[in-house]
């Protein structure tokens, strides 16, 4: 049962409390270790093959075989996996079945595939998709209601986010805010933050370390700041925007003119490879966490973010593996910073705003990112953090990276026309 059922009855006994938090408590807690322990394997492996990576450059020239297996293992084994987040958001709102637990296995090599050869792109994807299908192996040896399958799902994203980000509360907030843009169902929150606490320190204890970010000064709060960082969220959203329509528009050409779905990363791997080549620079290769650190530090160039924009979008358009927030992380540091110059604010408290609030406007989920940025920077941040992230959400409008996901207003209006 669901925690809201236990409310709705008369009497709520001391038995159904405890009854409740065990039930939960030990799932989420098998369940976090579990993801937590996979997202560690996963981290590993994928700091391995990115500096085998930067230490074999010729390993770029492979990418187009690398797209073409990845695209072949997908064609031919991957089925419902091939959806990715969009099955998690899909099976939370209307279930079919339990999600195959080869969803796993497969993002983890498809996506470790990807960075050994420089495709762009990130790894939240990876460890949310990891974690909602070992999850929901649960609803095969359990009996479960509709609503304690939904909260079965959101404790698989959020371990999977608080792991491999080292943000719990992120991760948390992450899972409520992702289903359903404007409504958090407040029953799942126990079993949601037992589940990041957990599979974020078993992350920890397996040895893994997360990037640090240093913000190194804080402007006095004034009228005038206020307005500086509006105009700054307001560039934010459009960078959001445009990352959403870049990845789109890649993904509708390679389906328009390549009907053989495994060929489309291989082709879109050439065209990577061609421009990367022409603009003789290998900063938009793989996650590009050493770009996201010297934002903090050094104002980036008006076109870093921009370009960013352009080769993440054609790795994730040509069906190649791997998460968007990373990259997204990437964008808004380096637009904050360049940013930074013209604003008159320091550089890296502008990075550090971007690096969440570009994240906010392309997932909607502006609370999550709040907590995360006060996770990563400091609670000294928070309001400033805050702001920009729910006017960079608002001002997006509906456009999301998941295609799945569902807005309040939507099905309001659908119910009020019934």
């Known amino acids: 049962m669901a925690l809201n059922d236990y409310f709705k009855k008369e009497a709520l006994t001391t038995k159904t409390l405890f009854s409740y938090f065990l039930k939960w408590t030990v799932i989420s807690t098998i369940a976090g270790s579990l993801i937590g322990s996979s997202s560690a394997l996963f981290l590993f492996l994928l700091e391995t093959i990115t500096d085998l990576r930067i230490d074999t450059p010729i390993l770029l020239y492979f990418l187009p075989l690398g797209g073409l297996i990845v695209g072949l293992v997908y064609y031919y084994w991957g089925g419902e996996a091939n959806r990715g987040n969009n099955l998690l958001i899909d099976e939370y709102h209307t279930p079919t079945q339990t999600m195959p637990l080869k969803m796993a296995p497969l993002v983890l090599i498809g996506t470790l595939i990807t960075h050994l050869f420089g495709g762009s792109a990130g790894r939240e994807g990876t460890a949310v998709q990891m974690g909602g299908a070992i999850a929901d192996q649960f609803t095969k040896y359990f009996k479960v209601s509709h609503q304690d399958r939904q909260t079965i799902i959101l404790i698989g994203v959020s371990a999977g986010f608080a792991s491999v980000f080292g943000t719990p509360i992120a991760g948390t907030l992450f899972a409520l805010e992702l289903m359903l843009v404007g409504r958090v169902k407040y029953q799942s929150?126990?079993?949601?933050?037992?589940?990041?606490?957990?599979?974020?320190?078993?992350?920890?204890?397996?040895?893994?370390?997360?990037?640090?970010?240093?913000?190194?000064?804080?402007?006095?709060?004034?009228?005038?700041?206020?307005?500086?960082?509006?105009?700054?969220?307001?560039?934010?959203?459009?960078?959001?925007?445009?990352?959403?329509?870049?990845?789109?528009?890649?993904?509708?050409?390679?389906?328009?003119?390549?009907?053989?779905?495994?060929m489309r990363p291989f082709v879109g791997a050439i065209l990577f490879i061609v421009l990367i080549l022409t603009i003789g620079n290998d900063t938009y290769l793989g996650l590009g966490v050493p770009t996201i650190v010297a934002s903090f530090d050094v104002s980036q160039e008006w076109n870093v973010f921009l370009l960013k924009i352009l080769f993440t979008?054609?790795?994730?358009?040509?069906?190649?593996?791997?998460?968007?927030?990373?990259?997204?992380?990437?964008?808004?540091?380096?637009?904050?910073?360049?940013?930074?110059?013209?604003?008159?604010?320091?550089?890296?408290?502008?990075?550090?705003?971007g690096f969440v609030s570009v994240f906010s406007g392309a997932t909607k989920t502006p609370w999550a990112c709040t907590f995360m940025g006060i996770e990563l920077f400091g609670a000294d941040v928070a309001i400033y953090i805050a702001l920009t992230c729910i006017v960079a959400f608002m001002l997006s409008g509906k456009h999301t990276i998941y295609k799945s996901q569902r807005f309040t207003s939507e099905i309001n209006a659908n119910n009020n026309a019934k």
């Not at 870049?246 to 050409?253: G, Q, R, V």
């Not at 994730?316 to 930074?340: D, H, M, R, W």
């Open 313 to 353: 979008g054609l790795t994730l358009g040509a069906g190649f593996k791997g998460g968007e927030v990373t990259p997204l992380f990437f964008i808004g540091a380096a637009l904050g910073s360049f940013l930074a110059l013209y604003l008159n604010l320091p550089i890296s408290f502008l990075a550090a705003l």
């Open 189 to 262: 929150l126990y079993p949601v933050l037992i589940a990041a606490l957990t599979a974020h320190f078993t992350c920890l204890a397996w040895g893994i370390s997360h990037t640090i970010y240093l913000i190194d000064s804080i402007p006095n709060f004034s009228l005038l700041l206020l307005l500086k960082l509006i105009i700054a969220a307001f560039t934010f959203a459009i960078a959001a925007i445009l990352f959403v329509k870049t990845t789109d528009l890649w993904s509708a050409l390679f389906k328009k003119y390549i009907a053989f779905p495994p």
